[in-house]
């Protein structure tokens, strides 16, 4: 089983990003993929995760209305779009297999978690 993350760089903040997964191993569409990042000393954070169909997507608040996530099972791939960077998006993104809990509901709040396969990283870095 491989996920392997591509597409980051640096980018001046208020720029764009678009971050690939590439997933091998598994059947995509059996399983909800996900990204997730973490900056050196701080616990990694998941960001969003789409159901193995692609019908539903979840975000954590900080990214809401900036990123978008989507895949294409036909190619094996997981994509985040990731525009309106900001410094704070500086980390080392991940993909893996997710899970959801609603925390909030009105308005719905997420906290996803990473379940069974991680990939490596790629590296993003925001700066001016």
């Known amino acids: 089983v491989q996920l392997q993350a591509s597409g980051g760089g640096l980018v001046q903040p208020g720029g764009s990003l678009r971050l690939s997964c590439a997933v091998s191993?598994?059947?995509?569409?059996?399983?909800?993929i996900g990204w997730f990042r973490q900056v050196p000393g701080k616990e990694r954070e998941g960001v969003s995760c789409?159901?193995?169909?692609?019908?539903?997507?979840y975000y954590v608040d900080s990214v809401k209305g900036r990123f978008t996530i989507s895949r294409d099972n036909a190619k094996n791939t997981v994509y985040l779009q990731m525009n309106g960077l900001k410094p704070e998006d500086t980390a080392d993104y991940y993909c893996?297999?997710?899970?959801?809990?609603?925390?909030?509901?009105?308005?719905?709040?997420?906290?996803?978690?990473?379940?069974?396969?991680w990939g490596k990283g790629t590296q993003v870095t925001v700066s001016s």
């Open positions: 893996a297999t997710c899970g959801v809990l609603t925390i909030q509901t009105g308005p719905d709040r997420y906290q996803i978690y990473g379940t069974h396969f």
């Open positions: 789409i159901t193995s169909s692609g019908r539903s997507s």
């Open positions: 191993g598994i059947s995509p569409d059996y399983y909800d």
